[in-house]
């Protein structure tokens, strides 16, 4: 479904992605775990172009995009139509009510009707349990609420894969869990997912496969339980054997 090739991202000399290959097949979970300042949101960001790659090949279904070619607005268009990404933070409008914030891109992206998208709206949010927030502005929304509202706003596009960049961080961990648990219902019902995320019980009991990144590169991958129980590298062993002794 989605395949990186030797994808890297320099600012100046500064080096953030060194080379990356990644196949993600339909249904997989993968996690994309590390220490700060290891490149895991910048892959994210070079897969939907938010970043363009310095070098490297980035392919989704389709669409073939090579660092170096400015790709064009169809191209774009697919690609981010094919790619859901929630953020750290919320990014939900402030002064529409939280139904708009779901419609509004149905609207304007897939040209649905004001009426067709509510009705798919209304339905996301029940599946993230926040359809009696529909009326309500973000403000009067808990972070976790937002967070599920930003879920729901990037499945009303009906992405191919859905890209997660540290959804939780941001969050006390009570309000985390509930994002957590949205996202557990998605893998279980087959949604493709790359996942960066510092929850290491996520990144083991839900990901298919766990990759670990450090300056810049994959430094081990495999079975999530594998790698996260039984790490072949000293560089993945140092890093878990830090966060687990936390």
Known sequence: MLTLEA???TFGSHVVLDGIDLRLAPGEVVAIIGPSGSGKSTLLRCINQLEPPTSGRVTLGGTVIEAGHTPGRRELMNLRRAVGMVFQSFNLFPHLTVLRNVSIAQERVMKR????????SM?????????DKAQQYPSRCSGGQQQRIAIARALALEP????FDE?????DPE????VLAVMRELAENGMTMI????????AEEVSDRVIIMADGKIVEQGVSRDVMRNPQTERARRFLHAVKDR
């Open 7 to 9: 994808v890297g991202k």
């Open 113 to 120: 009707s004001r009426a067709e998208a509510d009705k798919i």
């Open 123 to 131: 339905q996301l949010l029940a599946r993230v349990g926040l359809a």
């Open 160 to 163: 191919q894969i859905m890209l």
């Open 167 to 171: 959804p939780t961080s941001a969050l």
């Open 175 to 178: 309000l985390g869990l509930e």
């Open 195 to 202: 996942v960066v995320t510092h929850e290491m019980h996520f």
